[in-house]
Every structure is written in C-alpha cells, then in structure tokens.
C-alpha cells in the first residue's frame, strides 16, 4: 500500500531555511513506515504556497492521485498544512473519503464522528485566524516602516538599483548611467523606443533580466516611473483574493528620499513623458492608413511577414526582418507601395470573383483533396489495429525469453518489433495532420460557397470592410521575392504570377 506525503511552508524563506519543510517530510515518512504505508519519492510533495487557498499547484496534483486511487493513503504534518481554511479542510476530507484513501496526521488523531468533525472545524477556524493575525501584523510592520520613509519591501528593486535593509531606500549602481543615457536620447534627439532598443543592444548592455535583449516595454516602464525623478510611492495595488488591482491616486502614499540617486531632475522627467507622449501620436500604429493586406504578405527571402509603415504620410509595406529587434538576421527585402499591391492583388480576386465558373472550378479542386478524408480514417484505424498487434508479439516474445529461447534471437525481433513501432507512431503523427487539415478544408469551403453567392453578386458595393472578408475568406497571401512580381496564393486557381501585379510597386 502506497502513502502520499504533502509538506508545506507558506513562505520562500521558511523554504530556503529547509528547517520546516525538512522536519515535516522526516516525521511524516515515520509516520507512514509506522502505519506499513510504501513510501515513494514521486509521491512526495513540497510545497510553499498560502494555506488559505485550496488553488495550489501542488495540492491539485495531490487531489489528482486521489480522483486517479494511484495511493492508499495522505499522510501530513498537521491539520493546517493541509489547509488553514476549515471549509477547505472538509472538501479534501470528503474527496479523501469518496475514493476511499485515509489520511494520517502526524500530531494528531483524526476522528470521523460527528464530534470529532466538529473539534476539526474548530481547530481549522483557529489555524485561519492565527493565519489573519500573521497578515495584519505584517500589514502593520509595512505602514510602520512607510511612516518612518523607508520602502515596505525590497521586492520589485528598480532597475539601476540595489536595496539597503537597513536604511530601507534603493542605492544606485553602475546600470543608472544607462537610465540616464536613455533619458538624454530621448530628451535631445527625440527618438523612438525601438531606436532606443537597437543603440542598447549594439552596445551589448545586459537587459534588467539578464541576455542583451530590450524590448519597448521594458525600456517604456523604465521612462514612465516616476522614481527616477525621486517620488517613489507605495500603496499603488492592492491584492483582492488572488487577483492584484489596481489602487486609485488618492491612495498612493508618497515616500520621500526613497532612493539616495535621481536619475533625472522633475523637469527632465516630464520633458521624457512629453516625447513619450508625442512618439505614440507618431506611431504608426495610431496612424489612419489603411492596409488592405495587413498579415497576408510574406517575404520569400527570411519568410517573415510584412507590415504596414508610413513612409512620409503613405502607406507602405515593409518586412519585418528589416527590423533588427525582431531579426538578427537583417532581410533587404524591398519596401513596397501599399496603395499599388493592395489595388493589383484586388483586382485580380475581384477578376475571380465576377466569373462563378472560375470560382466553382477552384472549390472542385480543393473538394478533391477532401474525399481522402474516409481514407485517411481507415488508415489511422489500420495503424491502431497494427499497433495492438506488436503489443502482443512483443507479450509473446517474453514468454519465449522467460523459457530461454536464445538472447540474441529475442533481441533482435524484440529491435525489429521496436522500429516499426517507432514508424507507426509518426505515421500516426503524418496521417492525424492531414486529416485535420482535410476536415478543416471542409468546414472553410462551405463557408466559401455561401460568402462567393454573395460576392459575385455585390462586388461593386464592396468597401474596405468587404474586401478583408473576401480576402480572408478565400484565405489570399501574396509573397514578394525580391524584383520578381509578387506571387498570389490562395483558394481560387488564379495565375501566381499576374500580370497586374508586374509592375514595379
């Protein structure tokens, strides 16, 4: 018989000290060769996580053996480190039971009358408002500690700074000249946060978490935070149950000389916020250009997408390899004019779409491929039958060994037997992908049939809006290939290469 041993700490400090953790697994793995329960060290469990949830990762995966009857029994501490919540303590209590697993406490006797239930919810009421009593007086220490100007915690250290305990403030270090020197760019050149990202990375500066990579929103959150300038706050979120929110103005507590370093005076902090604030007016992501082909262009070069950019108020397309915070490798791919593609590749879909014979002939095709969908069952379900029948050979192939039919013959079917059991498992893999891509096939083409009655009948009416239906619908990609013209893929069976498309963009 098996036993289950859950340990748990609710703190990362009572977890690097080992001391609880250690002493509970010692007494329970007593405990459980007391009682003649197998011990197991995958069936071992510790956790550090609050007592006051039963959403714990751990304790889920505990429950689960228990659904699943992998052990004949729980065996814990105490009472409360199971749970600290009594309510909680009887929904394990009655899972325990349901599945008929015992569960064994280390300094306690747990009795199943309706007294000794009663005794238990006691018991969990009191461990829970012990747990309170924790909380508040941390709470307590932390507005104590706001009071006399120092920070609650030196958890979530700012960047270009290190805690002092003692003195409760961030102490600068060397990365603060960073912080600075990205404040000066911004301030006396104007540029952009992705710029910022390029110049950090080609001066191999290591990001906060480590590596040379800088994103915008790191470099962003660094530029926003008030800190920097010397106001730093405490009291901005506040934890409800398990979510973190959000707290309003009013209750931020300013906490004076929270850092012994600014990085910026007020005034250049809010010259930072104002460029800021004028490179989102600039981005082109809040620019009113519309990109017909927006995510459906494809560089032949890299293989990335292209994207839609302003270049002096027109809208272009440009590859993303181009853009060296998501390429190491720089694609040369040639920027294209967005007005010009949008309107050659439409025009040649709109040329389908007028003739309903073009468009039935594309569906005959694709409708061809779907009728290998009842093949492809069959052969999935002859795999399956195949696979089965190796388990058995493989069952006979012991029997013959346990009888002493010679080692090397066994070793040898039993590699054979192996191998084609490898193949069949991605013939499996191969067979499931082009199934699923068959019924996928199906469900888009009759969606097809329903939009293309529509369309040959409307398609002088079409807007914006209409054509990126169309566009999907009919699941168009264009792929640019240097100073090759532009090739079109999609359902319906028009040329790859269209002559509309052919001049220069």
């Known amino acids: 018989m098996k036993a289950a041993i859950y340990c748990r700490v609710s703190t990362e400090d009572q977890e690097r000290e080992g001391t609880s953790l250690d002493s509970q697994l010692k007494a329970c793995q007593d405990k459980a060769q007391e009682l003649g329960y197998e011990i197991r060290e995958e069936y071992t469990i510790r956790e550090t996580y609050s007592g006051l949830t039963l959403d714990r990762p751990k304790?889920?995966?505990?429950?689960?053996?228990?659904?699943?009857?992998?052990?004949?029994?729980?065996?814990?501490?105490?009472?409360?480190?199971?749970?600290?919540?009594?309510?909680?303590f009887i929904i394990l209590q009655e899972e325990l039971e349901r599945n008929g697993i015992g569960l064994a406490l280390v300094t306690e006797d747990l009795d199943n009358s309706d007294l000794g239930l009663l005794i238990t919810h006691i018991k969990g009421y009191a461990a829970k408002l012990e747990a309170e009593k924790i909380r508040e007086r941390t709470m307590r220490g932390k507005r104590e500690r706001i009071r006399n100007?120092?920070?609650?915690?030196?958890?979530?250290?700012?960047?270009?700074?290190?805690?002092?305990?003692?003195?409760?403030?961030?102490?600068?270090?060397?990365?603060?000249?960073?912080?600075?020197m990205i404040g000066r760019w911004l301030i006396q050149e104007g540029i952009f946060l992705n710029e910022a990202c390029r110049r950090l990375m080609e001066k191999r500066i290591p990001a906060p978490k480590g590596g040379h990579r800088w994103s915008r929103g790191t470099v962003g959150r660094?530029?926003?935070?008030?800190?920097?300038?010397?106001?730093?706050?405490?009291?901005?979120?506040?934890?409800?149950?398990?979510?973190?929110?959000?707290?309003?103005?009013?209750?931020?507590?300013?906490?004076?000389?929270?850092?012994?370093?600014?990085?910026?005076?007020?005034?250049?902090?809010?010259?930072?916020?104002?460029?800021?604030?004028?490179n989102r007016e600039l981005s082109p992501r809040n620019q009113k250009l519309r990109y017909l082909l927006s995510g459906r262009i494809f560089c032949k070069s890299c293989g990335r997408k292209y994207h839609g950019v302003p270049v002096h108020g027109k809208p272009y397309y440009r590859c993303s390899g181009r853009v060296r915070l998501l390429s190491d490798k720089y694609c040369t791919s040639k920027t294209i004019n967005a007005s010009k593609l949008d309107e050659a590749v439409w025009a040649e879909v709109a040329k389908a779409l007028e003739n309903p014979r073009i468009?039935?002939?594309?569906?005959?095709?694709?409708?061809?491929?779907?009728?290998?969908?009842?093949?492809?069952?069959?052969?999935?379900?002859?795999?399956?039958?195949?696979?089965?029948?190796?388990?058995?050979?493989?069952?006979?192939?012991?029997?013959?060994?346990?009888?002493?039919?010679?080692?090397?013959?066994?070793?040898?079917?039993?590699?054979?037997?192996?191998?084609?059991?490898?193949?069949?498992?991605?013939?499996?893999h191969e067979t499931e992908k082009k199934l699923e891509q068959?019924?996928?096939?199906?469900?888009?083409?009759?969606?097809?049939?329903?939009?293309?009655?529509?369309?040959?009948?409307?398609?002088?009416?079409?807007?914006?809006?209409?054509?990126?239906?169309?566009?999907?619908?009919?699941?168009?990609?264009?792929?640019?290939?240097?100073?090759?013209?532009?090739?079109?893929?999609?359902?319906?069976?028009?040329?790859?290469?269209?002559?509309?498309?052919?001049?220069?963009?």
Request: with cysteine.
């Open 59 to 88: 304790l889920d995966q505990l429950r689960q053996w228990v659904r699943d009857k992998e052990v004949d029994a729980v065996v814990a501490y105490t009472l409360d480190r199971l749970s600290r919540d009594p309510v909680h």
């Open 149 to 180: 100007g120092k920070l609650p915690t030196g958890r979530g250290i700012l960047y270009g700074y290190g805690y002092d305990k003692e003195r409760g403030i961030n102490v600068a270090n060397s990365d603060l000249e960073t912080v600075k």
């Open 222 to 278: 660094i530029m926003r935070n008030p800190a920097y300038a010397g106001r730093s706050y405490a009291g901005k979120t506040k934890m409800e149950g398990k979510r973190r929110l959000s707290c309003s103005e009013a209750d931020h507590i300013l906490i004076p000389d929270a850092v012994d370093r600014t990085a910026f005076t007020w005034e250049e902090w809010e010259l930072i916020q104002r460029q800021l604030d004028r």
């Open 359 to 428: 468009i039935l002939a594309g569906l005959q095709q694709s409708k061809d491929g779907i009728n290998q969908e009842s093949f492809l069952e069959e052969e999935l379900d002859r795999i399956v039958k195949r696979l089965k029948a190796l388990d058995k050979e493989q069952e006979q192939l012991l029997q013959w060994a346990m009888k002493g039919f010679p080692e090397d013959i066994v070793a040898r079917e039993n590699e054979k037997i192996n191998h084609e059991r490898t193949e069949l498992h991605k013939a499996t």
């Open 438 to 505: 068959a019924k996928e096939s199906h469900i888009d083409l009759e969606k097809i049939e329903d939009f293309c009655k529509i369309a040959s009948q409307n398609l002088a009416d079409f807007g914006y809006s209409e054509k990126k239906l169309a566009l999907e619908a009919l699941k168009i990609k264009v792929w640019i290939d240097g100073d090759n013209p532009p090739r079109l893929q999609g359902i319906l069976p028009v040329p790859s290469e269209v002559c509309a498309m052919s001049q220069p963009l």
